[in-house]
């Protein structure tokens, strides 16, 4: 009986303390190993450069993990993705069967209301199945205004979305 009791303390001794010295070991390195993510995170958003034009003049911005052009040619009523590299100049070949391209309500320097359009873009340069130019027409881009919006798509075979504006 003795025996029991002894043998149930040393075991009740050995769980409380093996708790113990697991949660206070483990949860530093945890904390540690979290901290350097989020700040390395946060430089990579803070060292990220603001975009310039792009080859054409037009606006550059991120679309998905690539750098993308928008420009628009108001007498054609046409406007286009550009994929470009790094380097916000060269074009880079994208697998994509399709862009959607939606902007907000914007007004022509006139005070002309346009209103929100959605417009498809396809692959014009397409080799192997690749592009870097993608081109969508609508009547609304006729309007000399500053266009504001956002471009999704699947791009590389991954969902992508990208906001510019003018």
């Known amino acids: 009986m003795m025996y ?4 149930g303390l040393l075991l009740a001794a050995l769980i409380v303390t093996g708790c113990a010295d697991k949660g206070t070991t483990d949860a530093p390195k945890s904390e540690t190993a979290q901290q350097p993510e989020k700040k390395n995170e946060v430089a990579s958003k803070e060292e990220h450069a603001p ?7 037009g606006v550059v911005f991120d679309l998905g993990k690539y750098h993308a052009e928008f ?3 108001h007498p054609k009523h046409e406007c286009m993705i550009l994929f470009i590299g790094n380097d916000e100049k060269t074009p880079v070949a994208v697998t994509a069967k399709e862009l959607t391209l939606t902007t907000k309500e914007t007004k022509t320097k006139e005070g002309k209301v346009v209103p929100p359009m959605t417009v498809k873009l396809f692959p014009q340069d397409e080799t192997d199945g690749k592009a870097t130019k993608f081109l969508g027409t609508d009547p609304g881009i006729g309007n000399v205004a500053d266009f504001e ?3 999704l798509g699947e791009v590389d075979g ?4 990208g906001e510019f504006k003018e």
Do not use: F, I, R, Y
């Open 51 to 57: 975009h310039g034009s792009g080859p054409n003049g």
């Open 4 to 7: 029991t009791k002894s043998l």
């Open 158 to 161: 991954k969902p992508s979305q």
């Open 71 to 73: 420009t628009v040619d």
């Open 149 to 151: 919006g956002t471009v």
